[in-house]
Nanobody, 124 residues
Framework: QVQLVESGGGLAQAGGSLRLSCAAS????????MGWFRQAPGKEREFVAA????????YYADSVKGRFTISRDNAKNTVYLQMNSLKPEDTAVYYC?????????????????WGQGTQVTVSS
């Protein structure tokens, strides 16, 4: 069992930055690949970024590539999402998620555990 708690959301202006954190419980954090997803009102949950177990491999949605960076600190059981050059269309609830399998990085149903989400609002 893994429990995930996101933090770091809030209000930012377009062009600004925010850093999200996701703290995981349990001793097996390094056994899970981690992902960030987001969901805007009236829209489906969409993939944002993912990182492999050891942090060597990262994956990004085209919409955030070059602006967002995912990283992890296995010693602290934490995964991060650094968001730069924010746009109003980045406004959403951001969720972190954990999965054991090596495939399906961008598919929500492949993830085993989810956090409660943190709101990110970007004003123009």
């Amino acid at each position: 069992q893994v429990q995930l708690v996101e933090s770091g959301g809030g209000l930012a202006q377009a062009g600004g930055s925010l850093r999200l954190s996701c703290a995981a419980s349990g001793r097996t954090f390094s056994s899970y690949a981690m992902g960030w997803f987001r969901q805007a009102p009236g829209k489906e949950r969409e993939f944002v970024a993912a990182i492999s177990f050891g942090g060597v491999s990262t994956y990004y949605a085209d919409s955030v590539k070059g602006r967002f960076t995912i990283s992890r600190d296995n010693a602290k059981n934490t995964v991060y999402l650094q968001m730069n050059s924010l746009k109003p269309e980045d406004t959403a609830v951001y969720y972190c998620a954990a999965k054991r399998g090596p495939t399906g990085w961008g598919i929500p149903s492949r993830y085993d555990y989810w956090g409660q989400g943190t709101q990110v609002t970007v004003s123009s």
